[in-house]
């Protein structure tokens, strides 16, 4: 079964740890956001199911610019 949304992500900007979902049964971790460097930006630009941006949920792996 899928791992429970995470909470948001620290005061101290951290990625969220575990996994969350892009849309509806696509779980992704925050190590998807970063794995390849051309895709990054696009990723790191997504909505996540739960209404977030990807980069407010990874970003530590979305500040790679």
């Given at each position: 079964s899928p791992t429970p949304s995470p909470t948001a992500a620290a005061a101290d900007s951290n990625d969220t740890e575990g996994?969350?979902?892009?849309?509806?049964?696509?779980?992704?971790?925050?190590?998807?956001?970063?794995?390849?460097?051309?895709?990054?930006?696009?990723?790191?630009?997504?909505?996540?199911?739960?209404?977030r941006l990807v980069s407010e949920i990874c970003p530590m792996a979305c500040d790679a610019d």
């Open positions: 996994r969350f979902e892009v849309r509806p049964g696509a779980w992704v971790s925050c190590e998807w956001a970063s794995r390849r460097s051309e895709k990054t930006r696009r990723r790191c630009s997504k909505i996540a199911a739960d209404g």
